[in-house]
């Protein structure tokens, strides 16, 4: 895969499909931080259950279900969120990574902080949107290792300055309508900007009304 000119190639996304929580919610109580208990997930940087609230029980299985495992925490809209804790402010938590159905596109974020990867996220990142690529499209083993170099390569973009905050979206795989972009984030008390999956023709998932 050519990634420069596969960067060039880009078509409008609209940003209003996107369903995001609110970035920050402050808790009670700081939360107890168990020993080795969260290593090889996604979702590691901090265990915050002690501040997040009950579970949602849902009457059937989700088919995103398997996020639960990674860390992740199912919200009341059937999406997904990972929840870290705030290390300047005590007692605090924030939306790290947050999946979902919109539209029957499959739609996942990483959330940057004040504009700005923190050290380790774009791997974590990476990992994230790569075990959803696996999942949930038909794209064999060499083109997820050229789509993950893809991806890799507009993370270091975003680093650099050379992709600027758009609604546009950047094609990185053709069968499943796949495309990433850096946009802006909006609505409640979420500012800031975040690197977006959208999946257009997801495998493995059942039709969603909006979340």
């Known amino acids: 895969m050519n ?64 996020l639960g495992q990674q860390g992740f925490t199912q919200n009341s809209d059937g999406s997904w969120t990972c929840y870290v804790s705030d290390s300047r402010k005590q007692g ?9 159905q919109v539209n029957g596109n499959l739609v996942a974020s990483s959330f940057l902080d004040g504009g700005i990867l923190p050290e380790g996220q774009n791997n974590r990142s990476l990992d994230f949107f790569m075990m959803l690529i696996e999942k949930h499209t038909k794209a064999s083993q060499g083109n997820r ?19 600027q905050l758009s609604n546009r979206g950047y094609l990185f795989d053709q069968p499943s309508g796949g495309v990433v972009m850096y946009h802006s984030v909006t609505g409640g008390k979420l500012k800031g900007a975040a690197i977006t999956i959208n999946i257009r023709s997801p495998e493995n998932l059942s039709s969603s009304p909006v979340s």
């Open 92 to 100: 605090r938590y924030y939306t790290l990574f947050k999946v979902q």
């Open 145 to 163: 290792e050229s789509i993950r170099r893809y991806l890799d390569t507009f993370f270091s973009f975003v680093k650099q300055g050379k992709v």
């Open 3 to 66: 990634i420069i000119s596969r960067l060039l190639t880009t078509f409008s996304l609209s940003i209003s499909a996107l369903a995001v929580v609110p970035c920050f919610a402050i808790a009670q109580q700081t939360p107890t931080v168990p020993e080795q208990q969260m290593t090889q997930r996604i979702c590691s940087s901090d265990a915050v259950e002690d501040l997040l609230p009950p579970a949602v029980s849902q009457e059937s299985p989700s088919p995103l279900s398997y």
